[in-house]
């Protein structure tokens, strides 16, 4: 579903990522773990089209992106792909609903079909009665979950997540990640998640683990696992 071969990212005389080969199946959850400066957070960009690599390529759905114009990439990526930030970054003068709905309307939707999907998606989160509340008047992790569904409001094909749970508590840490194997499940709904979070990232799918810029291979990355244990 999503095919990176050869990615390269410098910038300046820093690389930042040295020759990436990924691929995400439709419906996994992926987690991309690593100290800081791996370069997680580059690919993780460059994956979700925010950034261009300086070489390489990338196919989500088939569709090769590096080759769009940028109108034409940003409609993809309003289309095709879900974000999801450390801190959910909501727009504080929108309520939880309308926040929810923006991208759709941004994609053309009409107004009432956003409201309806918006509403669907946040019944699907427990926020139904959280609707007309603006991010001041919700929990982090009320907002958090408000920015999930915000996510998936255009049908993406994937949610990329950037330390989704690293600002929240433990109880609602624990929730936002059983919120994504949940969706898996029911929406059979594909995640990439860059995380700091050693527990998340052992419910994953699949664990990818980075260093200075490159993917490290599965035995090295099992072998490390076994000696920290």
């Not at 792909?81 to 003068?93: A, D, K, S, T, W």
């Not at 969706?183 to 990232?201: G, M, N, P, S």
Request: charged content about 25%.
């Amino acid at each position: 579903m999503i095919e990176l071969q050869g990615i390269t990212k410098s910038f300046g005389s820093l690389q930042v990522l040295k020759g990436i080969d990924l691929s995400i199946g439709r419906g996994e959850v992926v987690s991309i773990v690593g100290p800081s400066g791996a370069g997680k957070t580059t690919l993780l960009q460059i994956m979700g089209t925010l950034d261009r690599p300086d070489s390489g390529t990338i196919r989500i759905n088939d569709t090769a992106v590096e080759r769009m114009k940028d109108r034409e990439l940003a409609a993809f990526r309003n289309r095709e792909i879900g974000f999801v930030f450390q801190f959910h970054q909501l727009l504080p003068e929108f309520t939880a609903e309308e926040n929810v709905m923006i991208p759709a309307l941004i994609a053309g939707e009409p107004g009432r079909k956003a409201r309806e999907r918006a509403g669907e998606l946040l019944r699907f989160m427990g926020l139904a009665d959280r609707a007309a509340h603006k991010p001041r008047e919700m929990s982090g992790g009320e907002c958090q979950r408000v920015a999930v569904a915000r996510a998936l409001v255009n049908h993406p094909s994937v949610v990329l997540a950037d330390e989704p749970s690293g600002s929240l508590d433990t109880r609602n840490k624990e929730e936002l990640h059983q919120l994504f194997f949940r969706l898996r499940d029911e929406l059979q709904q594909t995640f990439v998640i860059v995380t700091h979070d050693e527990h998340l990232a052992t419910l994953t799918d699949r664990t990818v683990r980075m260093t200075d810029g490159m993917i490290l291979p599965e035995a090295a990355a099992d072998a490390g696992e076994s000696a920290g244990e």
